[in-house]
């Protein structure tokens, strides 16, 4: 065999493993939404205990999230948003982000840069503290 047959099959073999990586990432995601199920309506609704509500007698940057998410999970759009109006755009980004990837390794495009990913995160970030401060300042932190 050639140095470049041998090149050939470890690249096939790379090109393999990271479609497989992608479809296991994208069934482990289905999977997650078909078992949601399981968490009962009880373990919705109960607020768990706030360390940081505790401590500094006021909601978080991401307070109502979770609450948001099962609001969103039972079909509710308007209470979800209510809860905290950051869930819909931050839950739709991994998604899009798998569609992406899976792009990139069907069509051979080049991955997206690591510097589009830390500026995607602090956007985010910045995003939570601006919506955080406004809802302080508003008394719009449901509880």
Same mark, same amino acid.
């Given at each position: 065999?050639?140095?470049?047959?041998?090149?050939?099959?470890?690249?096939?073999?790379?090109?393999?493993?990271?479609?497989? #990586?992608?479809? &296991?990432?994208?069934? =482990? +995601?289905?999977? $997650?939404?078909? %078992? @949601? *199920? #399981?968490?009962? &309506?009880?373990?919705? =609704? +109960?607020?768990? $205990?706030?360390? %940081? @509500? *505790?401590?500094?007698? &006021?909601?978080?940057?991401?307070?109502?999230?979770?609450?948001?998410?099962?609001?969103?999970?039972?079909?509710?759009?308007?209470?979800?948003?209510?809860?905290?109006?950051?869930?819909?755009?931050?839950?739709?980004?991994?998604?899009?982000?798998?569609?992406?990837?899976?792009?990139?390794?069907?069509?051979?495009?080049?991955?997206?840069?690591?510097?589009?990913?830390?500026?995607?995160?602090?956007?985010?970030?910045?995003?939570?503290?601006?919506?955080?401060?406004?809802?302080?300042?508003?008394?719009?932190?449901?509880?």
């Amino acid at each position: 065999m050639s140095a470049t047959h041998l090149l050939s099959l470890d690249l096939d073999r790379e090109s393999a493993t990271k479609r497989l #990586a992608w479809i &296991a990432f994208g069934a =482990a +995601a289905v999977l $997650a939404l078909i %078992f @949601r *199920e #399981a968490v009962t &309506a009880s373990l919705l =609704a +109960a607020t768990p $205990a706030c360390a %940081f @509500r *505790e401590m500094f007698h &006021a909601g978080c940057p991401t307070c109502g999230f979770t609450r948001a998410l099962a609001s969103l999970a039972r079909g509710d759009v308007a209470r979800s948003f209510a809860f905290h109006p950051l869930a819909i755009p931050l839950l739709v980004q991994p998604p899009v982000a798998w569609l992406v990837a899976g792009a990139g390794l069907r069509f051979g495009r080049p991955r997206v840069p690591a510097r589009w990913i830390v500026r995607i995160v602090m956007v985010d970030a910045i995003a939570l503290f601006v919506v955080w401060i406004a809802r302080l300042a508003t008394g719009s932190i449901l509880s």
